[in-house]
């Protein structure tokens, strides 16, 4: 009983939390297209610090399916020490592992695949903004 207890934990890597219980950090980043402005906060894992060390980057950001938008990064963020989530919400930023790129979600969604960065805070509402624009990605703390 106790090993299965602990097994888990291990999975996670050498600080033995769970990813889908991390903590919301000081990490904040802006993200402004077509002249709107979103804040996020990031989660504090290791592939949110490694997106968070890129910045500021120019990307562009456009339409998927019907309740995301995504962005391509330069390179693909580390993986270790993060890990799956089971609580999905609209609004989450995650990073897409098998194509490298950043997904920001505006409607409900579930997928395997994914390492969630932050929460947006404000103007979360661009999101809805059909279309492909240049995206500037910036830290704010």
Known sequence: ???TAVLPRLAYGQQGRDPASQELTEMRISMTFDGRTM???LYDNPSARDF??????DLTIEDFSNNEKIAHLPRK???EGSGPFGNERPYDLCYFIPW?????????YRHPGLIRLGRFDEG??????RGEFPLRVEAIS
């Not at 968070?52 to 980057?57: A, D, E, K, R, V």
């Not at 490298?100 to 409900?108: C, H, K, S």
């Open 100 to 108: 490298g790129n950043l997904a920001m979600f505006y409607a409900d």
């Open 77 to 79: 963020l580390t993986e």
């Open 39 to 41: 804040t996020a906060t």
């Open 124 to 129: 979360y509402e661009a999101l809805h903004v």
């Open 52 to 57: 968070f060390s890129m910045l500021p980057l």
């Open 1 to 3: 009983m106790l090993a």
